[in-house]
């Protein structure tokens, strides 16, 4: 992991335990790096490529990153004032059960709700409802709630002093702009490997449907000649829909886990479209 820039955000099916195995397994050179699942954002840190797009459905999360880059002092100076009890953490996590309420917070209001949640909610898992509303409970946290201010500041004079484009759009709208030479990591929602399995980043979550729409999505990539590396739960459908490609396994570790006591190891694909 570059020391320098460091994931701001706790992220289920995070890639800090792997970024060896990822790294080691990219092509050796590319024009621009496309991640439209952001999440946490660890390969990117770790690649910090001069020439990226970024992006996620999840409006919360693009809003953070654009307040990071764009508006950091504020947002560092915001959070400063924030508590870690379980009141606060009520008052800002049900803010979103107002529409009229949320929707007059500010940009840097959100982001710095959408951090605070993610680092004071239990076991760091940032879930939505059926409605889209948060609803992981208070962490209980010992340790009081303190940004990491040079963490901040790395990852802002990162995404402002490179040509790192951050989209709010949905993986496909995102990798239209893929051209020759490119190079796409995806780290989607993970085909669930059990019927209590996490997937739940967004309100309308992402089927078995939706994983077969990625999979004709890196077709059309491969023909364009565009290099993907994709990462997913190595189950029996993920395992069958990537045949095709060039597919190693790896294990990792469930730091981020709904309930802790499915934490533990589990066998993960990695897809790629070339050697």
Request: proline content about 5%.
């Amino acid at each position: 992991m570059n020391e320098s820039l460091l994931p701001l955000l706790k992220w289920v099916g995070g890639k800090r335990q792997l970024l060896h195995e990822l790294t080691a397994k990219m092509p050796r050179t590319f024009n621009t790096y496309f991640e439209p699942f952001i999440g946490g954002g660890a390969m990117l840190f770790e690649l910090h490529p001069e020439k990226a797009v970024i992006g996620d459905i999840n409006g919360e999360l693009i809003n953070f990153y654009n307040a990071v880059k764009n508006n950091v002092e504020p947002l560092l100076k915001l959070l400063f004032t924030y508590q870690n009890t379980k009141e606060f953490f009520l008052d800002k996590r049900n803010i979103d059960r107002d529409p009229e309420k949320f929707n007059l917070l500010t940009s840097i209001e959100k982001a710095a709700r959408t951090y605070y949640l993610n680092r004071t909610c239990f076991n760091g898992l940032y879930r939505v409802n059926s409605k889209g509303l948060f609803n992981t409970p208070y962490g209980h946290y010992k340790s009081p709630f303190v940004p990491v201010v040079d963490r901040f500041l790395a990852v802002s004079s990162y995404l402002k002093d490179n040509d790192v484009k951050i989209k709010h759009a949905s993986y496909l709208e995102i990798c239209k702009d893929c051209e020759k030479g490119d190079f796409v990591y995806f780290d989607p929602p993970y085909d669930p490997i059990s019927s209590t399995s996490f997937t739940s980043y967004a309100s309308d979550g992402f089927s078995q449907n939706d994983q077969c729409e990625l999979k004709e999505l890196c077709g059309t990539l491969d023909k364009k000649g565009v290099k993907f590396m994709l990462s997913n739960s190595a189950t029996p459908f993920i395992k069958e829909l990537y045949k095709d490609y060039n597919c190693t396994f790896v294990k990792a570790k469930r730091f981020v886990n709904p309930n802790r006591e499915g934490s533990g190891s589990a066998d993960e694909i990695l897809v790629r479209n070339y050697r």
